[in-house]
C-alpha cells in the first residue's frame, strides 16, 4: 500500500510540464486524471504559486500533494484527522509551522479548511522538511522521494528504516538508486498504517 502511495506521488509529481499543465498522452496524465481534476488545481493556481515562491517550493509537488491527498477537495478530512487540499494535521504538522512562523498554538479546523491558509500551511511544511529535516541529502531524486515520504509519515520515520544516526541515514540515501529506495521502502516502511489514500 505504502510503496503504491509513493509510486503514484512520483508519478503525478513527474507528470506536470513546466507551465503546470499536463501532458493528456501519456500514462501520468492517465494516473493524475484518477485523483484529480484540472478544473481543481486552477481553482488554487493564483495560491499554489504565490506558496510556491514564498517558501521556494517546487509548484510541481504542491499540485501533487493537493491531487493525491484529496483530490482537490478543501472539505476533505482523513481517519487520522488530517484537513483540506494538503491534508494537515493541525496538532502537527499545524503546529510546527506554526513555530516556525513565529505564532503560538496551531491552525484551527476553520483556517485549514480555507484553502488559502491550507496550501500556505502545507507549502511551509514542505520548505520546513527540504531546508530543515532532510538537509544534508545531495542526492536531488533522493531528496524528492525522501519529502514526500517525510510528508505522509515524518522525516524520523524514514530515517530510523536507515540507522538510528540521522548522519549515516543520510549517507546511505546520498549513495541510492531509485529502485534500491522503492525496494527499502517497500521492505522497511509497509507496514506503517497510512490508510485508504483513494477514502481521504
Avoid at 14 to 30: H, I, L, P, Q, W
Wanted: glycine residues 6%; positive net charge; aromatic residues 12%.
Amino acid at each position: 500500500m505504502f510503496v503504491t502511495y509513493i509510486v503514484f506521488f512520483i508519478m503525478l509529481f513527474s507528470g506536470f510540464n513546466n507551465s503546470g499543465t499536463k501532458n493528456r498522452n501519456n500514462y501520468k496524465a492517465r494516473i493524475y486524471n484518477h485523483f484529480c481534476s484540472t478544473k481543481f488545481i486552477h481553482s488554487w493556481s493564483k495560491i499554489i504559486k504565490q506558496s510556491s515562491k514564498k517558501y521556494k517550493v517546487d509548484e510541481r509537488l504542491i499540485k501533487s500533494i493537493i491531487c493525491i491527498e484529496s483530490s482537490g477537495n478543501t472539505k476533505a478530512i482523513s481517519r487520522s484527522n488530517a484537513i483540506g487540499l494538503m491534508q494537515i494535521k493541525p496538532f502537527s504538522a499545524g503546529r510546527e509551522v506554526y513555530r516556525f512562523q513565529g505564532k503560538i498554538g496551531q491552525p484551527s479546523l476553520r483556517d485549514l479548511y480555507n484553502p488559502k491558509i491550507n496550501i500556505d500551511i502545507g507549502t511551509a511544511y514542505v520548505h520546513i522538511l527540504q531546508h530543515r529535516e532532510l538537509v544534508g541529502i545531495h542526492n536531488m531524486e533522493m531528496l524528492r522521494y525522501a519529502t514526500i515520504i517525510s510528508y505522509v509519515n515524518g522525516s524520523q520515520a524514514l530515517f530510523r528504516t536507515f540507522s538510528s544516526s540521522r548522519e549515516e541515514a543520510i549517507k546511505k540515501l546520498n549513495k541510492m538508486k531509485k529502485q534500491e529506495f522503492f525496494s527499502h521502502i517497500k521492505k522497511n516502511i509497509e507496514h506503517y498504517k497510512l490508510g485508504n489514500i483513494l477514502k481521504k
